[in-house]
Every structure is written in C-alpha cells, then in structure tokens.
C-alpha cells in the first residue's frame, strides 16, 4: 500500500454506549462502539483545490486510488438484448464518474475474465482522453459464454495490486448463478482477495443467486444489492462509483485487546449493515486481535463487542476491553492508533442498574435477529416449510415495526400479509415475484440507526 501521511488521514472519533454495571457473578459485557471518520487531506483521487491536475503521461505520476469494473458478459446477459446494452450504459456512466488521477481498467466476465480496457495487464489512470477511450472498448462488448465470478475476481486482484495506491476498489456485475467453476473456487478466490481491495456486487435481473453476491460483498467489505429492472443499472452504478470516489484511506482495523480471563464472544457490525467480524480476527500482539472495517469517507458505523468476563464481587470494577481504530503505518513501523474508547464491568446489588439494558445494544441485538430471522424465515419458504416460515418472518415483521426500520418493513409486506405488525401475526402471500424475495433477501442485512 502507498504511504500517506498523518495530514492526510481523517479524523476518527470512537464513542462507547454500555451499560457497564453487572449483578454480582455477572460475567456478559456488551456494547456499541461508533466510529465516526470525518475530514482528511486525502481526496480519493480529486484535485485539491486550486492545484492543476496532473497530467496522466507525466513520468512517475502515481494515483492514490484504483477501480476495477467487472460486467458480466455470459451468454444469458443477451436475453433480452437490452439487458447488455444497459450493462455498457451503466459501465460507461461510472467511468465518466471516476475522478480525474484515478486508476481504472474494465474487466468482461465469462467462464473466464477477460481485460477489456486498457489491456496487457495495466491500468489506465483517467482522464478526458482514457474515459474517451474506454467507453470506445465497451461499445465492442457482446454476451456469450458461462460465470465463472473466481475468475473476475482473481484478475481484478492482479490489475489493483499492480498499483501503489491506498484505495483499491471493485465493482461487479452478474446476471446469473456461478455455474463455470466449483464453489469451493470462488470461496478459495474470495479468500485470496480478502483484505487487498473492497468490491460493491450487484445482481441484474432474477437468475442469479442471492448468496453468491452477498458472499462476494462480504468477504471483500463492499455493498451487496439487486437491480431487478436492467434499466436502473446506469444510476446504480454512478452511485457506486460517487461512494468508491469518496473513500479517503484504506486498511483501517478495530483492534480489540482485553485483560487476562477476558474471553471474546463476538465483535460483528450493525449498522449501516449487519456484518459478522468474529472469525476475521488476526492477532496483533499479547491479548490483542484487529478485525478488517475496510476503506472510510465521511461516515459512521456501529459495531456490536460482546465479551465474557471473570466473576466478580460487589464493588469491584474492572475494564473489560479496549477499542482502538488502527491504521498500518508505512513502512512496516508500528500502527498509527487513530482514535480508543473503554468497555468497562462494574459489579452492583442494585438491581435496577444491573437489569437495565442500553437502548443502543437493545436496538441492534434486535437488528441483528431481523437479519437472521429474514434468512431463516426465506430459507424454510423455499424449503416448503410454511410454518416455520411464517413464524419467523412474523418475527422479522415485528421487529422491523418496532425498530422503526420502514425500508425492511415495506420488502417484508411484500412476501406476507401483515395482520398484526405489533404481534407479528402474519400470512404468506401465495404468489410473490421473484424479484421481490430477492430483494428482501439481499437487503436483510440493512439496518436503521438507533434513534439517540
């Protein structure tokens, strides 16, 4: 990764909401960390202000951020016609999105990955002549052939590593089910892309499967969403660009370190999305792990730490965990720690202190299980298991009223016939489109704020 200095990073806040006071033998500590980035000198590939932009052909010019866009050409993006002329539309408008500086390249996606613009294995950096030139190479994109998403994405990986920018980026579009490799290819892809760039997925149309883009957006920290209708793409995709081209630094950790007899439970965001961190820990040093957030812009996020502490008596206090936001220092040196916060354990009799639960942790334990309970709920609809569907999207339907998540609420209302939203009383609806259970099931991860 390129080097950036400390003028250039944003501020990053950490705000701690708990309620620390535990019954006497309580051991379970929970609590939502805000992490807030704001500012910074680094500009995602924009000019400064008042400075000339440097020219592309300068010797030894060297962009601060790089995008990859991958469009699915398989032979079933031909059905119906308009479906790839909209893919080359959407390609196109991102590429007049990209910021003059930045490092791009386009990648045709079948049973194998193909470079469509600039070739030989190098990135253009953009600019009047290279966006020009790009959405020349798109004219001549055609459908045919399988998916095979691996292969996209081990390409994409080869094209971003090869430059020395903090944010690499990509972008991928599919309009069918991963039918050209072995799943255990593409996990062992998303694997080997893991932590060296971030990647929004979008799925076009109804052939496509759910979890195969969810997987894709997970792994890599990006966003995850349908466009049922082919039309939409182009907005979409500026969309995804303008957020890529807001990014201001990369690579930032939750670093967790906790006391001797701290055991760790989980550590997973809730907010924007509900994104399970647990199993992505790398240690960093004695009884301390980092846990990947991605790249930042200006922005807030929520996450959820739970730890189990060792029994104590009334009276006693200890600190549970520390938060911290790390960014690698350049060079290989030691971290640059960018903001911390406590998570504290204070034994009481009183009872009233020791039940009360913080709303922040109420609010986004009871976000997490709609998440869940969609999943669950969806799973044992396709299965034929109509009762348990019904019960757990009932469940999904309650939460979402109580929540406040409106969003959630108008997919689910689409998928059953809400009786009682306060209850949860539901019925399925005997015939649901497609598109709508897909868009439910790729959204369920979308949370609401919790209203402070």
């Known amino acids: 990764m390129a080097n950036f200095s400390k003028s250039n990073v944003p501020q990053f806040s950490v705000d701690v909401y708990q309620n620390a006071y535990l019954p006497e033998g309580g051991r379970e500590v929970n609590a939502i960390v805000t992490v807030t980035s704001t500012g910074g000198g680094t500009t995602g590939g924009v000019p400064l202000a008042g400075a000339s932009p440097t020219p592309a052909t300068l010797p030894g010019y060297s962009p601060n951020a790089a995008v990859v866009i991958m469009v699915d050409c398989s032979g079933s993006m031909d059905y119906p016609p308009t479906k790839m002329r909209n893919a080359r539309d959407a390609t196109a408008a991102a590429v007049d999105t990209l910021r003059d500086g930045v490092a791009f390249a386009i990648v045709a996606g079948t049973h194998v990955a193909k470079e469509v613009y600039p070739g030989d294995g190098r990135l253009a950096v953009a600019d009047a002549r290279t966006r020009a030139a790009a959405k020349e190479a798109l004219r001549r994109l055609g459908a045919g052939g399988g998916t095979a998403i691996g292969t996209w994405l081990r390409l994409a990986d080869r094209l971003l590593a090869s430059a020395d920018v903090p944010i690499r980026h990509g972008i991928l579009l599919t309009d069918g089910r991963n039918e050209h490799e072995a799943p255990e290819d593409l996990r062992a892809a998303l694997e080997s892309c893991a932590g060296r760039f971030t990647c929004d997925a979008r799925g076009v149309g109804t052939d496509w499967e759910v979890k195969e883009v969810t997987a894709v957006a997970s792994a890599l920290l990006g966003t995850a969403d349908i466009v049922a209708d082919p039309s939409g793409l182009a907005a979409d995709f500026t969309r995804m660009m303008e957020n890529a081209m807001g990014k201001e630094v990369a690579d ?64 006693q206090e200890m600190l549970a965990a520390r938060v911290s936001l790390i960014l690698p220092a350049p060079g290989g040196g030691g971290p640059e720690v960018l903001s911390q916060g406590l998570v504290r354990a204070v034994w009481t009799d009183d009872m009233a202190a020791s039940t009360s639960i913080n709303p922040q942790v109420a609010h986004y334990t009871g976000q997490a299980e709609l998440a869940q309970v969609i999943q669950q709920g969806l799973d044992a609809r396709k299965s034929g298991d109509f009762d348990g569907a019904t019960a757990k999207l009932g469940r999904a339907v309650q939460l979402a009223a109580s929540s406040g998540n409106a969003d959630t609420a108008k997919l689910l209302s689409k998928v059953v016939d809400v009786v009682d939203a306060a209850t949860g009383t539901v019925r399925l609806k005997a015939k649901v489109a497609d598109a709508d259970e897909m868009t439910l099931e790729t959204r369920s991860t979308k949370t609401v704020r919790v209203k402070k």
């Open 252 to 315: 930032v950790a939750l670093r967790l370190w906790t006391p001797v007899g701290v055991e760790i439970v989980f550590v997973k965001q809730v907010a924007p999305t509900v994104e399970e961190l647990t199993g992505r820990r790398t240690e960093s040093g004695p009884r301390a792990g980092d846990y990947p957030t991605g790249s930042w812009g200006d922005e807030s996020r929520d996450y959820h730490v739970c730890v189990r502490v060792p029994e104590a008596g009334v009276g």
